[in-house]
């Protein structure tokens, strides 16, 4: 199966995993991302990672669910 490519812009120096989680709707809520991270791998820049508070920066990918989610600069 194909994965999904799909770009993220922030206008922050970063976002945080937690955030990036809320933001992209993949979760809806922090309560929900916490357990969301615990329950399912997640790779950033293709190391597993599950810290919420991850601090993601233009020009990262994470890979969720068969989709990467590139950061990017608005």
Same mark, same amino acid.
Request: no cysteine.
């Given at each position: 199966?194909? #994965?999904?490519?799909? #770009? &993220? $812009?922030? /206008?922050? %120096?970063? *976002?945080?995993?937690? #955030?990036?989680?809320?933001? !992209? /709707?993949?979760?809806? $809520?922090?309560? %929900? !991302?916490?357990?969301?991270?615990? @329950? =399912? %791998? &997640? +790779?950033?820049? /293709?190391?597993? /990672? =599950?810290?919420?508070?991850?601090?993601?920066?233009?020009?990262? +990918?994470? @890979?969720? @669910? =068969?989709?990467?989610?590139? *950061? &990017? $600069? +608005?």
């Amino acid at each position: 199966m194909k #994965q999904k490519r799909v #770009q &993220i $812009s922030i /206008d922050t %120096e970063y *976002i945080t995993l937690g #955030q990036f989680l809320k933001f !992209a /709707d993949i979760v809806g $809520s922090g309560s %929900e !991302a916490k357990f969301f991270l615990l @329950e =399912n %791998e &997640i +790779k950033v820049n /293709d190391e597993l /990672d =599950n810290r919420r508070g991850r601090k993601l920066r233009p020009g990262d +990918k994470v @890979e969720v @669910e =068969n989709s990467v989610y590139e *950061i &990017i $600069s +608005k």
